[in-house]
Nanobody, 126 residues
């Protein structure tokens, strides 16, 4: 049962941009902490960006600080990840995630803190 649905992945050259989106299919984003994770084969799924329920608090992994921006539109019930200055090392499957309550202040959290997941969208940077 897919709970979240990601879109916007694709292939891009180094230095390019992509914008990922995520919308819920079976839950609401109301009052939930949301996050983007990414995973490459053979490695652990790692948090990329996290955002509080009202969008006022965000946190980023060191590898993406200054290049990625997480945001949410609570009216549209949608989560976004704007990715600029992409590097080959950003190649991964990107997942959106939600947890059962809020996170203020936002901080990088392990995947076990999140109970709702999408199926992922591939991002390839060459």
């Amino acid at each position: 049962d897919v709970q979240l649905v990601e879109s916007g992945g694709g292939s891009v050259q180094a230095g390019g941009t992509l914008r990922l989106s995520c919308a819920p299919s079976t839950i609401s984003f109301d009052n939930r902490c949301l996050a983007w994770f990414r995973q490459v084969p053979g490695k652990e799924r790692e948090a990329v960006a996290i955002i509080s329920n009202d969008g006022t608090s965000t946190a980023y992994a060191d590898a993406v600080k200054g290049r990625f921006t997480v945001s949410r539109d609570n009216y549209k019930n949608t989560l976004y990840l704007q990715m600029n200055s992409l590097k080959p090392g950003d190649t991964a499957i990107y997942y959106c995630a939600a947890r059962g309550n809020n996170c203020v202040p936002a901080r990088i959290r392990p995947r076990t803190d999140f109970g709702f997941w999408g199926q992922g969208t591939q991002v390839t940077v060459s």
